[in-house]
């Protein structure tokens, strides 16, 4: 247990306690933080070096491993102090007998604990820090009352009382000095408290089995010392014990074990039989203290136990309030059936999901751990998207911090037709259906499936979303928000560019059916086929992009205006409708409008007006306006 070199560069008396988390595994680590005591964290502001690595030669981490070990060890053979002191004290034959030797290999091991105690660096509650000096370690322990106590208790008194004497004596007073050992009860106590902060163990069967160690302990503790009463007083026939078994002093100590166990039991139930009752009034008054402790005690059980039962269904109270608060609220709105059901399958499947969600868990992590378990979950979703494929590393896992996971039960909307667009997804499990409305009557288009996208579209061209999409079944999606979006866009001019040209080549796949319903974006798709129609290749590159990138402004800075735009003057409107306005996105110079209105309508154009023919600020220009250029 304690490091048998020194480190090659001086130490401290005092250092934190958390770099010898790390040291290596033949002092032992600790592979599980939160069994450790909140006491041995360092203090905010601590300097950690490699210098502190090492404890002093014949020193012990409080936290070693094996250290560990050693005191779980000594918790089992305080389970058998709590058992054989009341019992050596009840049964005084058993203290001289077959339990002697037993007794003092036990107070052997724990007069080895206490010397190793000694060599124990402990934490300096004023500065956080471990001590290493011997003599300060020593000093603390010696002034403090656990080292008289633990002396005490381990010292064998009747075993030293034989050697001095060389008799063997039953005398009382050697009982009620084995109860010292009740003092290592403590250890049990600070040895369920760390099980209980262990997350490896269960908190519930932790917490019961310490509520059954503690029954058992006042079980056996109160029976032993009734059975004591009944040996000592002067007439044993008016005992309980005597009134029953006459020569019981001298039958077997199992049998007289047995029956007052027995009446333990049945005075802590409150069953009372009657057959085994108080004779004496010294018997009569530790019944009477014995059923007082024993209210408390059952208070403090069934207090524990209902807590235990309580925290385990405080979820299903908790969901079915949140149910029935829906179902008034229905109620009192009149709302329709099939609403109705809709709110009750979101709030059910919200419960039923919490644990896969764990919203309130990732908001209290770290922003690296919790972008490392997004990636884990997410990243393969989103680097498959037809809008991110070929988007570098970077671009990807800044994206995916901004994320939020949702679930949505079957038959439900994520995207209402013409709603704002705030928000585009990506399907991570499950399906759901695009569906649109015409003349107050449903139409299904398409079906989209896992790691497909949709609401990108009304985000990109800052338009009304064009669909309404709605789940086909249980179904996991991640929301990405456009203003985080764009606000990564922004700086990564490659990646920007990589993301138009996948969502051009998306356009160019939808169906007729959904270009149909989107204007804008079908008027968009023809200039740009008849530009690359018209214009070799390598001029229509550059053109294309100017495109992308005037059409998709919203992408890389806030949306900009939608105008009109009219390729002759304002008096002078042609017959034909050859030269029908454009609605396109205004651009941030007058140079860039006149590039935009030449790719339209075929001609540059050197003046611009209004409708009124009066000059044009762009900066003072509203959603469609009619500009005139010629």
């Known amino acids: 247990m304690s490091e048998t070199t020194r480190s090659p560069m001086p130490l401290s008396e005092t250092r934190s306690p958390m770099p010898l988390l790390f040291r290596r595994h033949s002092s032992g680590e600790i592979r599980n933080l939160a069994s450790l005591s909140s006491s041995l964290l360092p203090a905010f502001g601590t300097v950690m070096g490699e210098s502190s690595v090492r404890l002093k030669r014949f020193l012990i981490a409080p936290y070693d491993r094996r250290y560990r070990l050693w005191q779980a060890f000594l918790v089992v053979l305080v389970v058998y102090s709590a058992w054989s002191s009341p019992f050596e004290l009840a049964f005084s034959k058993a203290s001289t007998g077959a339990l002697l030797p037993v007794d003092l290999v036990v107070d ?4 080895i604990d206490i010397i190793l105690t000694f060599f124990v660096a402990y934490l300096d509650k004023s500065t956080y820090l471990l001590v290493e000096e011997h003599k300060k370690i020593a000093f603390r322990y010696v002034t403090n009352l656990w080292f008289p106590m633990d002396v005490a208790s381990t010292l064998p008194f009747q075993a030293i009382y034989r050697v001095v004497t060389g008799k063997t004596s039953r005398a009382q007073v050697f009982g009620f000095l084995n109860l010292l050992r009740l003092w290592r009860l403590r250890r049990v106590s600070k040895f369920f408290s760390r099980l209980e902060k262990d997350t490896r163990f269960s908190y519930f069967w932790t917490r019961y089995f310490k509520l059954i160690c503690v ?15 009944a040996t000592r007083y002067h007439n044993s026939e008016s005992t309980w014990m005597g009134a029953n078994i006459p020569d019981f002093k001298s039958r077997s100590i199992w049998l007289g074990y047995t029956y007052s166990m027995y009446w333990s039991i049945v005075t802590l139930s409150t069953v009372g039989y009657g057959d085994l009752h108080a004779v004496n009034i010294e018997e009569k008054i530790f019944t009477i203290f014995y059923m007082l402790f024993n209210i408390g005690l059952t208070a403090y059980l069934i207090g524990n136990m209902t807590n235990l039962i309580v925290h385990t269904a405080v979820r299903t109270f908790v969901m079915r309030d949140a149910i029935n608060e829906i179902l008034r609220y229905a109620k009192k709105n009149r709302l329709p059936e099939g609403l109705r059901e809709q709110m009750l399958a979101h709030l059910t499947l919200k419960f039923k999901t919490a644990e896969l969600q764990q919203e309130q868990v990732l908001e ?3 922003k690296a751990i919790r972008s490392s378990i997004l990636q884990q979950l997410f990243r393969t979703s989103l680097e498959n998207s037809h809008l991110f494929k070929g988007v570098s590393d970077d671009f990807i896992v800044q994206l995916v911090s901004e994320i939020k996971a949702e679930y949505f039960p ?29 003349n107050g009557m449903e139409q299904f ?17 800052n338009i009304p979303q064009p669909f309404t999409v709605r789940t086909k079944r249980l179904s996991q999606v991640v929301r990405i928000s456009h203003h985080h979006f764009k606000q990564l866009v922004q700086p990564l001019h490659e990646d920007g560019k990589i993301i138009h040209t996948n969502f051009i080549q998306h356009l160019k796949g939808l169906k007729n059916e959904e270009l149909a319903e989107m204007p804008l974006v079908s008027e968009f798709l023809d200039d740009l086929i008849s530009e690359e129609a018209s214009m070799n290749e390598a001029g229509a590159q550059d053109q294309q ?9 919203s992408l890389s800075k806030t949306p900009s205006t939608r105008v009109i735009i009219h390729g002759y003057q304002p008096d002078h409107k042609p017959k034909s409708g050859g030269n029908a306005g454009k609605l396109i996105h205004l651009p941030d110079s007058v140079e860039n409008l006149l590039s935009i209105a030449e790719s339209k309508f075929g001609r540059r154009g050197t003046t611009i007006v209004m409708a009124d023919g009066s000059q044009v600020d762009l900066a003072a220009l509203r959603e469609d306006d009619h500009l005139y250029i010629f």
């Open 108 to 111: 052997a091991f724990f007069a």
């Open 215 to 229: 029954t058992l302990f006042a079980v056996h503790s109160a029976g032993c010392f009734y059975y004591w009463l």
């Open 445 to 461: 288009l398409s079906k989209l499936g896992s790691q497909q996208m949709f609401g990108e579209i009304g985000v990109i061209f």
């Open 545 to 553: 992009e100017n495109e992308i990138f005037t059409t998709t402004s």
């Open 364 to 366: 209290d992590l770290p």
């Open 410 to 438: 079957p038959k439900v909307d994520i995207v209402i037709q013409n709603e704002i667009p705030t928000d585009f997804y990506i399907i991570v499990s499950g399906a759901v259906d695009v569906v649109t409305y015409k």
